[in-house]
């Protein structure tokens, strides 16, 4: 028998990563990915289930989709930093935009990703305290020009709150034409 005293280690308490995206699909293959890798995770399917869950969890890093059934993801923002102002949110959208990303940013994201995206990348956005050399420099070729339109239409849509109609209006556009180009996936650039 071993004559010193045994000393008792608490077990190491893990993040707890609380995963909120309305794709059931993505939603289990990352909860499963981050378990994983060793964290804790909860999950939400919609934004009522995640603003309920929010405050129990007190989660140290969210991963938050921009686009949660039609409802905007960040509105969750403030919440999830109400809850535990440490926490570290990626925002993920099949539909980036410039505008988006820093409303996000505004709110208090610490990164924002366009799908798809794999675990690493969310791992390392978690991680990211500033932008990469490579992503600060200026584009080497200016956007294009649908890509500029995309660009507006998104800036002009954030202005309305999301509102299409009043949006065509200010943008003199036909309300359906609005609602087609949205329904477009963006132009790389």
């Not at 010193?4 to 993040?15: A, R, V």
């Not at 060793?38 to 969210?62: H, Y």
């Not at 954030?158 to 087609?180: C, P, V, W, Y």
């Amino acid at each position: 028998m071993n004559d010193m005293p045994q000393q008792l280690q608490e077990p190491q308490k893990q993040e707890l990563v609380f995963v909120i995206d309305d794709d059931p699909a993505f939603n289990r293959v990352l909860s499963r990915a981050l378990k994983g890798r060793g964290f804790d995770v909860a999950s939400a399917l919609s934004a009522a289930e995640a603003a309920a869950l929010i405050p129990a969890t007190q989660a140290a890093r969210a991963v938050l989709d921009l686009n949660i059934a039609g409802t905007s993801g960040l509105t969750l923002i403030a919440p999830l930093l109400a809850a535990n102002p440490a926490c570290r949110i990626v925002v993920l959208t099949g539909y980036a935009s410039i505008t988006t990303a820093v409303e996000a940013i505004k709110l208090g994201a610490t990164h924002y990703l366009a799908k798809p995206t794999d675990v690493d990348a969310i791992l390392a956005a978690f991680e990211a305290t500033a932008p990469q050399a490579e992503q600060a420099a200026p584009p080497s070729q200016p956007l294009s020009v649908d890509r500029l339109e995309w660009e507006h239409i998104q800036r002009v849509l954030k202005e309305h709150d999301g509102n299409i109609s009043s949006t065509a209006r200010a943008l003199k556009m036909h309300r359906r034409t609005l609602q087609r180009k949205l329904m477009k996936r963006p132009v790389k650039s």
